[in-house]
């Protein structure tokens, strides 16, 4: 079976409804908490790769932070926004099940099933 981490924040309630979905299941992924053990820009860049997606599609655009920082403007580069991701953890979008070479945002928390064979 592929590596099955999940990126969670245990005060998210979708992020708790699709670890259970998972465990339902009888999956025992690695848990990450990320906002405890933030991801570095290399973990960040590989992570978008597996989900498909552009680091400003995993920006959580509701947060203090994206306002603060400036993170709607469009001149910024995929390496600012992951940096701005790297520092602020809070930014990421939630929760993430990563599965082998692949990846999904758990929202809703059923989008985390998609991944299993």
């Known amino acids: 079976m592929p590596d099955l ?4 924040n245990p005060r998210c309630s979708k992020s708790r409804a699709a670890l259970q979905l998972l465990e339902a299941r009888g999956l025992t992924p690695q848990i990450i908490k990320y906002l405890e053990t933030p991801l570095d820009g290399s ?5 978008l790769d597996k989900l498909g997606i552009s680091a ?12 603060s920082l400036a993170l709607s403007n469009p001149q910024l580069s995929e390496t600012q926004l992951i940096a701005a991701m790297v520092e ?8 993430i099940f990563e599965y082998g070479d692949k990846a999904v945002i758990g929202r809703p928390p059923e989008k985390v099933l998609e991944l299993l064979p």
Do not use: T
Not at 5 to 8: E, T
Not at 43 to 47: C, E, G, K, M, T
């Open 5 to 8: 981490k999940f990126y969670h």
């Open 43 to 47: 973990a960040l860049h590989s992570l």
């Open 56 to 67: 400003r599609q995993l920006l959580r655009s509701g947060e203090d932070e994206y306002k």
């Open 88 to 95: 602020h953890p809070k930014l990421i979008e939630r929760p």
